[in-house]
């Protein structure tokens, strides 16, 4: 596609339930990234892929964040019980080997989580 | 401890001036670092990077220095527009050999409004 692409942009959660949230990356980039972003904050790091390998998952706040890109492209974030603290935008990003710009990603426009 | 700081909040300039954004960090040795522009509702969207051995990098009215002795970058925008207006995220690249993956770790961002 033109760009990297999430779904839903928006959903309002009850504590408890859990969520799935999905990006569709840039065709053929390899590298996929999820951010957390509170309210007035930059992104914070949550987890990278390379291909369909999660090779960072340093980020993940608690064994409650789960992510999976099985076949290298698609990518879910998944949040069981969610708790108010999990309010958040969640951003997606991917990215590509480029020679000139090795670290530029390509973010998608996120999806805003409220827990109600 | 390690920090980013963007040096304000928010920062209020006239059309056609200069707008100067201040990027200042603390304990981290980056290969990257790379400016993000980000409009509300909307993702990061990349605009420069410069690697630690560029002292400056150009693309039209933008302008990045970086100065590794002072762990500081600075960020113009020359003839500034209103157009200009949006949040501006500074991100230091940090390359994680033991994962074999990289992150972007950001600032908080600097609100710039460009007054007519």
């Known amino acids: 596609g033109a760009g990297v692409s999430q779904s839903p942009r928006y959903k309002v959660a009850k504590r408890g339930q859990d969520v799935a949230l999905r990006c569709d990356p840039i065709s053929g980039h390899v590298s996929l990234f999820w951010y957390q972003q509170a309210l007035g904050q930059g992104p914070e790091f949550l987890t990278y892929?390379?291909?369909?390998?999660?090779?960072?998952k340093s980020g993940l706040p608690s064994d409650r964040f789960f992510a999976e890109r099985p076949e290298g492209s698609v990518s879910t974030l998944k949040i069981q019980r969610t708790q108010q603290e999990d309010s958040a935008v969640y951003l997606c990003a991917s990215s590509q080997w480029d020679r000139a710009n090795p670290y530029e990603q390509y973010f998608g426009p996120g999806t805003r989580l409220t827990v109600t | 401890s390690q920090k980013i700081e963007q040096n304000s909040e928010a920062l209020n300039i006239q059309e056609g001036k200069t707008a100067t954004l201040t990027c200042n960090y603390t304990n981290y040795s980056p290969a990257y670092l790379q400016w993000y522009r980000q409009d509300p509702g909307r993702g990061p969207v990349f605009l420069l990077l410069i690697r630690e051995n560029e002292k400056e990098k150009r693309r039209e009215r933008l302008k990045v220095t970086f100065d590794t002795t002072l762990k500081q970058s600075l960020f113009h925008i020359t003839a500034s527009q209103p157009a200009d207006s949006a949040t501006y995220l500074c991100?230091?690249?940090?390359?994680?050999?033991?994962?074999?993956?990289?992150?972007?770790?950001f600032g908080k961002g600097t609100k710039l409004s460009v007054i007519p």
């Open positions: 991100a230091l690249a940090l390359t994680r050999s033991g994962a074999g993956s990289y992150q972007l770790t």
């Open positions: 892929f390379q291909n369909e390998a999660q090779l960072d």
